[in-house]
């Protein structure tokens, strides 16, 4: 891994506060662009080709609007990482009206374990114990609206986490001729999956505000190779975000949720 984070410091006298402006500068890939990869990262060309796309009219709308850009990585999170130069940019040339610091930081990798961010840390205690007093961090990612036709401009103050919540389901492998005398483990997969995936009866309860449902990432099956026998490992992970709750408390929750769905297929054998 090559890639590096990105920090510039706007430094004000006379003051130790500080405001951190984050954002991520990579992408994901362009495999999903289709017929479309070899343009994936041209907007020009992009937007002249979604001006006469029909086939989605909203789309097309606003490539004829000029409001728009068009391309990878463009709003996830590139429209964010243009905020934060501006602003650093602006205040550069206009230092009267700045009250604080200004430091930029832009990660490398935003998944992929979060390399990015776990690096991007080490680097904010030592400016901390140099003395910089982070007052706030904002994150200049894309908003996105509520329902369809809603043009409100969000923002959301607070923070979330989250935690990536890991399945392993070793099943008895058997002949598909006596099947009855394995266990599926993709069944208990499945019927983990039912109790938790979108489950808002396990969500946590919070005052005005609507809170995600823990989602599947990952279900799957680990044979290596096609053969006669039923199925012996399964993998299922889930995305739980956390608010105010623990993440002892959330696996708790999600750990007697794998118990009933565990029970449910043992019922299913049986009979």
Same mark, same amino acid.
């Given at each position: 891994?090559?890639?590096?984070? @990105?920090?510039?410091?706007?430094?004000?006298?006379?003051?130790?506060? /500080?405001?951190?402006?984050?954002?991520?500068?990579?992408?994901?890939?362009? !495999?999903?662009?289709?017929? =479309?990869?070899?343009?994936?990262?041209?907007?020009?060309?992009?937007?002249?080709?979604?001006? +006469?796309?029909?086939?989605?009219? *909203?789309?097309?709308?606003? $490539?004829?609007?000029?409001?728009?850009?068009?391309?990878?990585?463009?709003?996830?999170?590139?429209?964010?990482?243009?905020? @934060?130069? $501006?602003?650093?940019?602006?205040?550069?040339?206009?230092?009267?009206?700045?009250?604080?610091?200004?430091? *930029?930081?832009?990660?490398?990798?935003?998944? @992929?374990?979060?390399?990015?961010?776990?690096?991007?840390?080490?680097?904010?205690?030592? =400016?901390?114990? $140099?003395?910089?007093?982070?007052?706030?961090?904002?994150?200049?990612?894309?908003?996105?609206?509520?329902?369809?036709?809603?043009?409100?401009?969000?923002?959301?103050?607070?923070?979330?986490?989250?935690?990536?919540?890991?399945?392993?389901?070793?099943?008895?492998?058997?002949?598909?001729?006596?099947?009855?005398?394995?266990?599926?483990?993709?069944?208990?997969?499945? !019927?983990? @999956?039912?109790?938790?995936?979108?489950?808002?009866?396990?969500?946590?309860?919070?005052?005005?505000?609507?809170?995600?449902?823990?989602?599947?990432?990952?279900?799957?099956?680990?044979? +290596?190779?096609?053969?006669?026998?039923?199925?012996?490992? $399964?993998? =299922?992970?889930?995305? /739980?975000? =956390?608010?105010?709750?623990?993440?002892? /408390?959330?696996?708790?929750?999600?750990?007697?949720?794998?118990? !009933?769905?565990?029970?449910?297929?043992?019922?299913?054998?049986?009979?």
């Amino acid at each position: 891994m090559k890639r590096k984070n @990105n920090f510039a410091l706007l430094k004000k006298s006379g003051t130790t506060k /500080t405001v951190i402006l984050h954002s991520h500068m990579d992408t994901v890939g362009i !495999e999903d662009y289709g017929p =479309l990869k070899t343009i994936a990262n041209d907007p020009d060309t992009l937007i002249d080709f979604f001006k +006469d796309y029909d086939n989605d009219p *909203v789309v097309q709308e606003h $490539a004829k609007s000029d409001d728009w850009l068009f391309g990878r990585g463009i709003l996830d999170m590139k429209s964010g990482d243009a905020v @934060n130069i $501006a602003t650093l940019f602006y205040y550069m040339e206009h230092m009267d009206e700045l009250s604080c610091n200004l430091l *930029v930081v832009t990660n490398c990798v935003e998944e @992929n374990d979060h390399t990015g961010a776990i690096q991007v840390s080490s680097e904010l205690l030592r =400016l901390r114990k $140099a003395g910089y007093d982070f007052k706030v961090a904002i994150n200049t990612g894309f908003i996105s609206p509520s329902y369809d036709g809603d043009d409100k401009k969000y923002i959301y103050t607070g923070a979330a986490r989250k935690m990536l919540t890991c399945f392993y389901i070793k099943g008895r492998e058997t002949h598909v001729g006596n099947c009855l005398m394995g266990i599926d483990d993709t069944m208990i997969s499945s !019927e983990i @999956n039912l109790k938790i995936n979108t489950n808002l009866d396990l969500v946590e309860k919070i005052d005005n505000e609507d809170v995600l449902p823990s989602s599947v990432l990952l279900q799957r099956g680990c044979k +290596d190779f096609y053969n006669i026998h039923t199925n012996k490992r $399964a993998n =299922l992970y889930f995305n /739980t975000f =956390l608010y105010e709750k623990s993440a002892d /408390t959330i696996l708790d929750t999600l750990m007697e949720a794998s118990r !009933e769905a565990v029970h449910e297929a043992s019922i299913h054998y049986k009979e």
